[in-house]
């Protein structure tokens, strides 16, 4: 007999849908999968075996021929064990499961029939309803996730054994509840940063423009802290956002398919391939800048990662996308985060003004080769910082995250109101740069730096998003003078 139901693999984080059909008849008993199954898949009759029969079904004695279509899409992973394990006993006879009709199954088997969490089951309801499914059943884990999508009905299932409900013609498993999203409220908080008010007012125009941010100072002071707050201080993610955000993570197995409203924050090690960071590899898998998408990419100590890795990281950083090559052609992977970056001075930190630094001059210049490359060129905020002092160490607290949240919040209204919905400061064009008002004295004030250090077309540009920042911080007025001012001071520093 021949039975069918219909699961998905994901491809990157795409899920596309598989029909499993499985042909059971007389003969030698055995068991075959073919259409081109990975390891994992092909391991699957196991499981399957041992959980029909601990599951108290009777697992048929013939010969059993499964079939995934479309024959030539590569099928990844153990999402398929419950599929395959339901069209199994269908076509077996053992159940009926005509009710399944328009649903998709998803979830990995263990030996004793419990359903397993499995990744991107978000991605695969949306896929399921875009191929016009009723619903999906999903093990019971990744329920709040997968109902987040859309339009589509979630069933959660413990147990394998569940699907004996088919025998009173009635479909396994529980309606699933979508997550509420986490907030803001148990992140590490901006007043744990002392002192540094420089800093803080980096952080806090970098978090409002979504600026790009490089912090460069000696070891100890602050950095790495101030940067891990900064998702703290940032505009919760928006509803469809938040989907967006969680499609990508569950596709990827990071944060446990807990569903946030906080931007993501990735800080890969200095050790990173180009294909860890982004994206790419066999099989090709999603990079930390996609894992970044709609929030901060934190590379510290960023004279310490490799030059190709860096090098990579330009293209994306403009466009907001990344395209790795798959098996089966290009993929576009969604790469839109704000990158902050922190350094020392030199390879012992303490700079080379500090009598106490040994560095010889090679090695210095060698080190700060990665500070004048082509990817610090496009950040906009490159900020010194120095030790904090005992008086600031042993002092009140700082500003809370809360409400410099609320500033950051505020200033983006501004920017969505003359830029366009859900556009910041930082991927301003050209003409719309020219467009900023000015007041005449922030003008002149410009005009004589650029004399001075005869800045580049970029440069000017730099220092124009950033001040309307500022200003955006302050209201909705033309950039003033001292406004100006403050943007000019996180020029880059040349040297
Ligand atoms: N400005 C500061 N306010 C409060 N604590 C600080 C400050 N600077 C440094 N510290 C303390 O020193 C530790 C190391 O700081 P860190 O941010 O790792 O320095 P950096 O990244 O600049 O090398 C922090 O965990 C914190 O305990
Ligand atoms: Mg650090």
Not at 282 to 289: D, L, T, V
Not at 459 to 471: P, S
């Amino acid at each position: 007999m021949l039975a069918e139901t219909t699961t998905f693999t994901l491809d990157g984080i795409t899920a596309l849908p598989v029909r499993v059909e499985v042909d059971v008849h007389r003969g030698l008993p055995g068991f075959q999968i073919v259409g081109l199954p990975d390891t994992a898949v092909r391991e699957a009759r196991e499981r399957v075996r041992a959980a029909v029969a601990n599951c108290g079904f009777e697992f048929p004695m013939q010969r059993i021929t499964a079939s995934l279509a479309p024959a030539d899409l590569r099928k990844a992973g153990p999402a398929l064990d419950l599929a395959l394990a339901t069209a199994l006993l269908g076509a077996a006879g053992e159940l009926a499961i005509e009710p399944l009709a328009g649903w998709a199954l998803i979830g990995e088997l263990a030996l004793d029939g419990s359903v397993r969490p499995v990744r991107g089951a978000l991605a695969m309801a949306e896929a399921a309803r875009a191929a016009g499914r009723r619903g999906v059943i999903v093990p019971t884990a990744n329920g709040p996730e997968a109902a987040l999508a859309p339009g589509i009905s979630v069933l959660t299932i413990e147990s394998f054994s569940e699907l004996g409900s088919l025998r009173e013609g009635e479909l396994p498993g529980r309606t699933a509840e979508a997550a509420a999203p986490g907030d803001a409220s148990r992140l590490p908080d901006l007043a744990d940063l002392r002192g540094q008010d420089h800093l803080r007012a980096a952080v806090e125009i970098a978090a409002a423009g979504q600026h790009g941010l490089l912090m460069i100072g000696p070891p100890g002071a602050g950095k790495s802290l101030a940067a891990r707050r900064i998702p703290s201080v940032l505009p919760p993610l928006t509803g469809e956002e938040i989907i967006e955000v969680a499609r990508i993570a569950g596709a990827c197995g990071v944060e446990n398919g807990e569903i946030s409203s906080v931007r993501p924050f990735r800080a890969p090690h200095h050790t990173v391939s180009a294909a860890g960071l982004v994206g790419g590899g066999s099989p090709p898998r999603a990079g930390e800048i996609t894992l970044a998408h709609r929030g901060v990419l934190f590379l510290d100590e960023l004279c310490e990662f490799n030059r190709p890795a860096l090098e990579a990281l330009r293209e994306p950083l403009e466009t907001g996308f990344v395209t790795i090559a798959r098996a089966s052609g290009r993929q576009t992977l969604p790469s839109r985060f704000a990158l902050v970056a922190a350094a020392n001075p030199c390879p012992c930190g303490r700079g080379e003004d500090d009598p106490a630094c040994r560095c010889s001059e090679a090695a210095a210049r060698r080190y700060r080769a990665a500070l004048s490359g082509a990817l610090v060129d496009r950040i906009d905020l490159v900020v010194g910082v120095g030790q904090p002092s005992a008086e600031e160490l042993a002092g009140p607290p700082g500003e809370g995250s809360e409400a410099v949240r609320e500033r950051v919040i505020a200033a983006r209204e501004l920017m969505s109101e003359r830029l366009g919905p859900g556009r910041t400061n930082a991927d301003a064009g050209p003409d719309e740069v020219a467009s900023f008002q000015v007041t005449p004295d922030g003008a002149r004030l410009l005009a004589e730096a650029h004399r001075a250090w005869q800045l580049s077309g970029r440069a000017h540009g730099r220092i124009m998003r950033v001040a309307r920042t500022i200003a955006d911080l302050a209201g909705s007025g033309p950039i003033e003078e001292e406004q100006m001012a403050a943007a000019i001071q996180f020029r880059r520093r040349s040297r």
